[in-house]
């Protein structure tokens, strides 16, 4: 299947440039950030595959929008209690001895 360079623009591109802009933006936690992220992520991929799929990309782009979202979400969480791990780590370090001797 050979694209056009519009749709190539409107399919792909465009989504991908307005994910890299969020996500530079962000959120404060990173879960809320992965939702964002995931959710646009899906939802290109997901309105792509459904527009290949008896044209049906408002359908995929919903399905992929929300399954994106959810495992962005997850991923993000999971990146938060990693950080907030390593920083009760790095602050129980930095105030207590080898034997657990406050400084």
Known sequence: MRMHSETLTKTIL???????????GGCETKAGTGAIVGGLGGAAIGGL??????????????????????GGALVGHSMDEKDK???????????????????
């Open 14 to 24: 465009l989504p991908a440039v307005l994910v890299a802009t969020l996500a530079s």
């Open 49 to 70: 595959i459904g527009s290949n799929s008896h044209a049906r990309a408002g359908e995929g782009a919903l399905i992929g929008g929300a399954i994106g979202a959810v």
């Open 85 to 103: 791990e390593d920083r009760y780590t790095r602050n129980y370090d930095d105030n207590f001895d080898e034997h657990g001797h406050r400084r």
